[in-house]
């Protein structure tokens, strides 16, 4: 009988994919490092982009990946510890970088709010269907956009404009791609695990 309870408990309103592993503080703390090197991983898989300081990288797809699948609160840590081992001298960030002050930082922090919002949208169930988990990625792709491009262009001198020319437009069919893939990837997790809700 408590084995016929057990799935139930895990299709309970709340639940993100990372809520399906038996609950521990190890796995919690496993969650949370293992995103932020998710995160440092994709960092790397980066594409320069002429005339921007800012690259295409697969960190953003990683970010947004890792607050769906872990929820608000771990992906909030993981996106955070993320940004302070980097900060901290670790060269995980685009282009094997690190520091805070490189101009493209602003879409770091843009991520760990990202994340968060993202994760607290999967605890909705916003990872669950094609067109909600597009919404969800399109939600937190312009987060970081709110963040990143104002910072890029404080720290550059550059009005908001050429700030947007060159550290938005260009990313917009990147971004779109990455979309794609979440949206094919997450609802098809849940249906796998036929767990869906």
């Known amino acids: 009988m408590s084995t016929a309870a057990a799935p139930v408990r895990t299709l309970r309103a709340g639940t993100v994919l990372a809520d399906l592993l038996p609950a521990s503080r190890v796995r ?23 005339g921007s300081p800012v690259p295409v990288s697969g960190q953003t797809f990683a970010a947004l ?14 996106l955070a510890l993320y940004a302070v081992v980097g900060m901290a001298g670790v060269p995980w960030f685009a282009e094997a970088g690190s ?3 490189m101009p493209s930082f602003g879409y770091i922090l843009g991520m760990l709010l990202a994340a ?19 919404g969800t990625m399109v939600l937190g ?5 709110a963040v990143g491009v104002p910072y890029l262009a404080l720290a550059t001198g550059m009005s908001l ?6 550290g938005l437009t260009p990313f917009l069919i990147g971004d779109a791609l990455k979309a794609a893939l979440a949206m094919g990837a997450l609802p098809a997790a849940w249906k796998l695990l036929g767990r869906k809700g």
Do not use: C, E, K, M
């Open 28 to 50: 919690d703390v496993a969650l949370v490092v293992g995103g932020a090197a998710l995160t440092g991983l994709a960092a790397q898989l980066t594409v320069p982009v002429p």
């Open 65 to 78: 990946l890792v607050g769906t699948a872990l929820g608000a609160r771990r992906g909030f840590l993981s």
């Open 99 to 101: 520091g805070y002050a």
């Open 116 to 134: 968060t919002v993202v994760g607290a949208l999967a605890r909705r169930g916003a990872d669950r269907s094609v067109l909600r988990t597009a």
């Open 141 to 145: 792709s312009a987060i970081i956009y």
């Open 161 to 166: 404009g050429q700030a947007v020319a060159a």
